[in-house]
């Protein structure tokens, strides 16, 4: 069978950016959040080496923002994430998992705090729109929430900073990691913020004029010429080097936040106000029996992951594979697996049952070595 | 540029009956509820003659259903669509339409009432279970909402009835339209409505064993060898004919439910307490000022529409085409169009604004002549 191809229809979104990635030439997509995302420009290998040396601009417009604004924006960014979002400053981005009563995922969305009433829920693949819209209804919060339109570009690569900096001015090398700061564009304010899903570094811009966003793309392009810029998109061989998780693959509705790794960004110490923080403290007190993991499996170059391979020790299944790819400058499969506890340390060999039959695999570091250049 | 293709990852889940469409053979997929729904089997055109004159086998895995079950299930049921759920009997399966405290929609299921605590939400594409499991949560209503693993497999056109009868009995020769019977199939009792989007007729099974959905699915293709059987898909020439709207294509959350043409399902004179009734009491006493239209657009074949075209009537513009395709039975594009009240009648004449340069266009009856054959 010839791989499908995908109907393109009002529902999966066009963005400001398509008919420019298009003219370009684009290999293969997928659907995200109801949208369009690149997933190969030329091919997935070729995606990665030039992502590796030179700089790419991808339209990411699929991270969806949902935007919380109003007198009670705070109260219910607060019960949307276990973070603490109590001094959360003004020109911050963060990781805050949204959980259900159980603690089981919604959405690992970054949050930004655009202003003191407004945030910003810039989401992965599920309507955080509809579970934030249904809560504030239930609640009467007086409370906005709604998807603006607003489309995130990226720039992603070792030149990244060089081209931004050609385009907004200096001051995009003081943004640190995880920030952002409003810089001017032709005569238009953008929220220019340093970060980015690769391991390569970038920045992200968040366009909320379709308009303007094509102007900026093409002056994106022109600033790039000189370090052989080009359209990407995220690429599977990169972020699964980088242990970078997509929601919908590799952690799912079924995972709590502390399953998904996320243990770090949920703040069950403080006295704040989050659905299904209590679920999570009762989980970490009972032990956490499950988390996500690298793996590297041996052999040659197994196909893509649709759905999940059984992995197998003491005559057992302790995990399933979500995500492979065929490394070729570790010349290993790198993939991302859901992991019994005791078979999670680093070092610990198990066998994936896949496509191609069983293979030896063994749990990696997160990252894998190399991954990032910096 | 070639057609990009679909990238296959767990994210965009497969189905209990994927492999047996692949290995038949598949054109052209979506994805819908973030699952895999084919769009084209062989080719539009021969999907659709093939569906008129014989029968099919869709996966529509992808039609997820929302369970709400439990002491407060009624009540919630309620709240969420502004249908009047008060005396809905087991057994019958209705247009709900879910929308907004603004009437605006969120989303146009079917509606099984499986028992008196447990109502089965059939959800066109967005996150339906967050919306209701939001409220459900914010409110502390004695209630379970989620996904349960049921996959449709419909049985579409004229000769469906005989296929199910074949295979399940001739107990379904009494199901009425819109109305389901629970019926055996080896020793597991599955749910079989006389459902599914065609004009053609046909019957949903709701499977809810993936391993029997397998042999379901075989057991259809061998009773229906005698009528040409093949695998097929929601058939966009058909639909359009049909005037079957697509929530995301041709009515999403900017509409409310009375412009969606949804009016006959809304119980706005009812003493009921359900999410957003006020505010379409308050559209309906001040008039509404556009709706949905079937209009048949001039000239030769057009593109498939990606992006509304836009609709201009007296020098301005009164509406967007949101989906269309040529009928090679009529020899007419049919399309769906969001129009301005005043336009919206069936022989209104407007001019459409093609990627082809601009066409005259006529409002016509839904359905477009012949659609159904029964």
Tied chains: 1, 2.
Excluded at 85 to 93: A, D, K, N, V, W
Aim: charged share 25%.
């Amino acid at each position: 069978m010839n791989a499908p191809t995908l109907t393109l229809t009002r529902r999966v979104r066009s963005t400001p950016f398509t008919s420019r990635i298009e003219s370009f030439g684009i290999t293969s997509y997928t659907v995200y959040n109801h949208m369009l995302l690149a997933t190969q420009i030329v091919d997935v290998e070729d995606d990665y080496w030039h992502l590796r040396r030179a700089v790419q601009v991808w339209d990411v417009s699929c991270e969806r923002q949902v935007e919380i604004c109003g007198p009670d924006a705070a109260r219910l960014a607060q019960m949307l994430t276990v973070r603490d979002m109590r001094e959360f400053p003004i020109g911050r981005c963060g990781y805050a998992p949204v959980v259900d009563g159980d603690g089981h995922l919604i959405n690992d969305p970054v949050v930004t705090k655009v202003g003191d009433d407004r945030f910003w829920f810039s989401v992965s693949d599920s309507d955080v729109v509809l579970w934030a819209g249904g809560i504030a209804h239930a609640l009467g919060l007086d409370v906005r929430v709604f998807e603006p339109d607003v489309w995130p570009l990226a720039v992603q690569g070792p030149y990244a900073e060089d081209v931004i900096a050609t385009v907004f001015g200096e001051a995009v090398r003081d943004i640190r990691f995880f920030r952002f700061a409003p810089l001017p564009f032709e005569d238009h304010e953008l929220i220019v913020a340093r970060t980015g899903w690769s391991a390569q570094g970038g920045f992200e811009i968040y366009v909320d004029d379709a308009e303007l966003g094509g102007r900026l793309f093409d002056a994106v392009m022109i600033a790039g010429d000189q370090h052989d810029i080009r359209p990407g998109c995220p690429n599977l061989i990169e972020r699964l080097e980088a242990g970078l998780m997509t929601y919908g693959s590799d952690i799912t509705r079924d995972d709590t936040a502390l399953e998904a790794g996320l243990g770090r960004f949920c703040a069950l110490e403080a006295p704040i106000e989050a659905i299904g923080i209590e679920a999570l403290r009762r989980q970490k007190a009972e032990g956490v029996r499950r988390q996500i993991a690298s793996i590297a499996i041996d052999g040659d170059r197994l196909p893509i992951c649709r759905d999940p391979w059984p992995v197998i020790a003491d005559g057992r299944q302790v995990g399933s594979v979500t995500s492979a790819a065929w490394s070729p400058r570790l010349e290993i499969n790198v993939a991302l697996s859901m992991m019994a506890i005791e078979h999670a340390a680093v070092g610990s060999t198990v066998v994936v049952d896949t496509p191609d039959g069983a293979r030896r695999a063994t749990v990696s570091t997160t990252p894998f070595p190399g991954a990032s250049q910096r």
